[in-house]
């Protein structure tokens, strides 16, 4: 079980363990789900409709802008930004699942409250994921850029993208969108946890409840998790994208309709009045096939390296007992 586990003490973790399974996690279910990514970012800043039906804007579908991206980019295109996007995977699930661990430590230390109950799983989750976005931001900026670019490209590469917009627009532009991640990150990553501490708990038997492992049944909970936490607070997602492009118009031209806007009132102001209501919506279905899948792999992969480390330990030990028992 992820956080804090009392009843388990065989399976106690460090938070230096916590950190080192949370960054592996997260550079894995980055490599796979990186495609699905670059599509929603796409699609969250296509000023136009988003519609097969009626075509205004250059991406109208999964298929149709998977299609367009492969044809004008290349295959590699759906990797833009990798790098730091994976510096941001393995920071972020570090600083994240460090965080909750130390957190729900803490709170069945100083608290008359169950550790492992899911309203405790989801204030921790919210609080770490704010500490790790926090630390983090900078990164994520830096993937949306490289992501929303298309050919010719504006940064060459991760060292000229930092040295040309700390150059032209300030080292404060590395924060542009922190308001809405803020107010975005706790309840979506407080769901995560809360709605996948739920399902462990209905799917696996009381005698299993303190079980952790990477298995199925983590895979299929967290992916649940995933849906649900990213449909709730989806728009927030999508005005942190709109404000992290501000400007970097000159590069999206291409791709249509280009829009700047004085911040978060400003944006939210400006899509319902242009867009409408689905304006807040645009991206979502690879938003949720990437929540799905992001969010059921980092807890499979987490508790997988986890029990990786915990047998490995254990494992450890039992050669060091053998040792001293032959040594005697």
């Known amino acids: 079980m992820v956080g804090f586990d009392p009843s388990a003490q065989g399976a106690v973790r460090s938070p230096e363990e916590a950190a080192l399974a949370g960054s592996a996690a997260g550079m894995v279910t980055r490599?796979?789900?990186?495609?699905?990514?670059?599509?929603?970012?796409?699609?969250?800043l296509q000023i136009e409709r988003v519609s097969s039906q009626q075509p205004e804007g250059k991406y109208r579908g999964l298929f149709q802008a998977s299609r367009c991206i492969h044809s004008e980019e290349g295959l590699f295109a759906f990797w833009k930004g990798h790098i730091p996007a994976q510096l941001l995977s393995i920071c972020f699930g570090a600083v994240q699942f460090a965080s909750f661990e130390l957190l729900t430590e803490a709170a069945h230390k100083t608290t008359s409250y169950d550790s492992q109950t899911a309203g405790v799983h989801f204030v921790c989750g919210g609080l770490a994921a704010c500490s790790a976005t926090v630390v983090c931001q900078p990164l994520d900026t830096l993937r949306t850029r490289f992501a929303a670019q298309g050919e010719p490209k504006v940064y060459r590469n991760l060292r000229h993208a930092v040295s040309t917009m700390c150059r032209s627009e300030g080292v404060l532009t590395f924060y542009r969108g922190l308001a809405p991640t803020l107010m975005a990150v706790f309840p979506y990553a407080g769901l995560q946890f809360f709605t996948y501490n739920v399902f462990k708990k209905v799917l696996a038997p009381s005698s299993d409840a303190g079980k952790s492992g990477g298995n199925l049944r983590s895979l299929i909970c967290g992916?649940?998790?995933?849906?649900?936490?990213?449909?709730?607070?989806?728009?927030?997602?999508?005005?942190?994208?709109?404000?992290?492009?501000?400007?970097?118009?000159?590069?999206?031209?291409?791709?249509?309709?280009?829009?700047?806007?004085?911040?978060?009132?400003d944006c939210m102001l400006q899509i319902a009045k242009e867009e409408g209501l689905r304006g807040f919506f645009k991206g979502l279905s690879p938003s949720l096939v990437k929540a799905a899948l992001s969010t059921g792999f980092t807890f499979f992969w987490y508790e997988f390296f986890l029990n990786a480390m915990r047998n490995h330990r254990e494992r450890q030990r039992t050669k060091d007992l053998i040792q001293d028992s032959k040594g005697r």
Do not use: M, N
């Open 223 to 265: 992916s649940g998790a995933g849906v649900i936490s990213k449909t709730i607070t989806y728009p927030f997602d999508l005005f942190k994208k709109r404000l992290q492009v501000g400007g970097f118009e000159a590069a999206r031209v291409h791709f249509g309709q280009v829009r700047s806007y004085r911040g978060l009132v």
């Open 31 to 44: 490599a796979l789900i990186s495609p699905l990514d670059v599509l929603k970012i796409r699609f969250q």
